[in-house]
């Protein structure tokens, strides 16, 4: 079955970076479009940024020229780059693809804060 596990979340004061990972398993990878989503308390989970199976990248206004998505279809891993992170991107961010199904990983905390 579709395993996404993702990493690299923390605690980061402001202007600081992070970069996560997601390991995924059970399904042809490089088939896929992979996204990240993240969600804050008492916030729907919102798309933050997407990769298409042809390296193409979309990412919602709010992380444009700060977060970079790409791929590693050799490792079966999607990352998301964050720089110049700020307070209002503290969030759990999660891993998601469709195959059949929508999968999710189980998320990774990210904090901003001094």
Not at 33 to 50: V, Y
Request: hydrophobic share 30%; with cysteine.
């Amino acid at each position: 079955q579709v395993q996404l596990v993702e990493s690299g979340g923390g605690l980061v004061q402001p202007g600081g970076s992070l970069r996560l990972s997601c390991e995924a398993s059970g399904f042809v990878f490089w088939r896929y479009p992979m996204d990240w989503f993240r969600q804050s308390p008492g916030k729907q989970r919102e798309l933050i940024a997407s990769i298409d199976i042809g390296g193409g990248t979309n990412y919602v206004e709010s992380v444009k020229g700060r977060f970079t998505i790409s791929r590693d279809d050799a490792k079966n891993t999607v990352s998301l780059q964050m720089n110049s992170l700020k307070p209002e991107d503290t969030a759990v961010y999660y891993c998601h693809t469709k195959t059949r199904f929508d999968s999710w990983g189980q998320g990774t905390q990210v904090t901003v804060s001094s």
